[in-house]
């Protein structure tokens, strides 16, 4: 299957900071790309989606200024998170899809802790 | 946007048991997709079914679409320590947006 590539893996980050979490897929043309959110113990949350060279949907409760996502190629999408705080403390996993559709290949998350 | 109940939210058995994980709406889906997903790890697609009644099988595992697409199943057959997991259903909504169901933690003892 198409690969998906998330870096980092980690990252721990002081209150108040931004921290960018980029998104690749390796091996294929990604039109669309989709952010999620998972808290412990729960299950995915979708964020927002995006289109190579257009700007992101975002579902309701999502806070775009916050929430900044850029998908300026094929290959590469990133969601930074401005200024962030505890209450973001969660695991972001980004996924992506071809022209095809159907399917949507996961990155490996990103643990994000914000002290 | 529909909602995806999955049932039990989490099972505990014995190696060599047999269970049966389930995943109900209200809405119809024009698909649905089940994924595994290891802890710290990004979720892994284990199957689509696209047809109402549909049902799939992967080694030990099988999954059904309900005649009405609005509900699957997920049965394992002697569950092994390997298949322990968090199990998601996903239905499809619109073009390619995925709606996740709460997840079920499965875990099986040696």
């Known amino acids: 299957g198409a690969v998906v590539s998330q870096h980092p893996s980690r990252v721990i980050c002081k209150s108040g900071t931004s921290v960018k979490i980029e998104c690749r897929s390796l091996?294929?043309?990604?039109?669309?790309m989709f952010w999620y959110r998972q808290f412990p113990k729960q299950s995915l949350m979708l964020m927002a989606t995006?289109?190579?060279?257009?700007?992101?949907?975002?579902e309701q409760g999502v806070e775009k200024d916050k929430f900044l996502i850029n998908h300026a190629s094929l290959t590469l999408s990133t969601l930074t998170v401005t200024s962030a705080h505890p209450e973001d403390s969660s695991f972001y996993i980004c996924?992506?899809?071809?022209?095809?559709?159907?399917?949507?290949?996961f990155g490996p998350g990103t643990r994000l802790t914000v002290t | 946007t529909q909602l995806l109940e999955q049932s039990p939210q989490f099972l505990s058995i014995q190696e060599g048991e047999n269970l049966t994980v389930y995943c109900n709406s209200s809405?119809?889906?024009?698909?649905l997709q089940w994924y595994r997903q290891e802890p710290g790890e990004g979720p892994v697609l284990l199957v689509t079914?696209?047809?109402?009644?549909e049902v799939k099988k992967l080694k030990r595992l099988t999954f059904q679409f309900g005649d009405a697409r609005k509900d699957s199943s997920l049965h394992i057959t002697a569950a092994q320590p390997g298949d322990t997991g968090l199990y998601l259903c996903?239905?499809?909504?619109?073009?390619?947006?995925?709606?996740f169901g709460q997840g079920t933690r499965l875990t099986i003892n040696p």
């Open positions: 996924s992506a899809a071809g022209l095809a559709g159907l399917e949507q290949y």
């Open positions: 809405s119809v889906f024009s698909s």
């Open positions: 995006s289109n190579e060279g257009s700007k992101a949907t975002y």
């Open positions: 996903a239905g499809i909504e619109g073009a390619q947006k995925l709606v």
């Open positions: 079914v696209v047809t109402g009644g």
């Open positions: 091996d294929f043309q990604a039109t669309t």
